[in-house]
């Protein structure tokens, strides 16, 4: 069964840091999409990067410059580093993974993937 499990969350200052990861088990082929989403209260859900089989990456225009995806293959960690953090960055934030190589589909906007962690909070004060 695939688990993924966030961490590093926490609390900072306007203008911080902080290093999310999100270390995936429990597949035999790792899927083809790996993303980070957040959900704020009385806010929808939005994508806030993804990387695919390919190494491509895509983020959301709000985090574009501040936040870094990537992936560590030999350990499957998904990672996300976040700089100049800003209060309106303050949300739970969800790792998610799906999708197969043949149809190659990923991105912020693809939020129907299969596997989801339980998210870890990110508040950032002013």
């Known amino acids: 069964q695939v688990q993924l499990v966030e961490s590093g969350g926490g609390s900072v200052q306007a203008g911080g840091s902080l290093r999310l990861s999100c270390a995936a088990s429990g597949y035999t082929h790792r899927p083809y999409c790996m993303a980070w989403f957040r959900q704020a209260p009385g806010k929808e859900r939005e994508g806030v990067g993804s990387i695919d089989g390919d190494g491509r990456t895509n983020y959301a225009d709000s985090v574009k410059g501040r936040f870094t995806i990537s992936l560590d293959s030999a350990k499957n960690i998904l990672s996300l580093s976040m700089n100049s953090l800003k209060p309106e960055d303050t949300a739970m934030y969800y790792c998610?993974?799906?999708?197969?190589?043949?149809?190659?589909?990923?991105?912020?906007?693809?939020?129907?993937?299969?596997?989801w962690g339980q998210g870890t909070q990110v508040i950032v004060s002013s």
């Open positions: 998610a993974a799906g999708g197969t190589a043949i149809f190659r589909i990923c991105g912020i906007r693809v939020h129907n993937l299969a596997y």
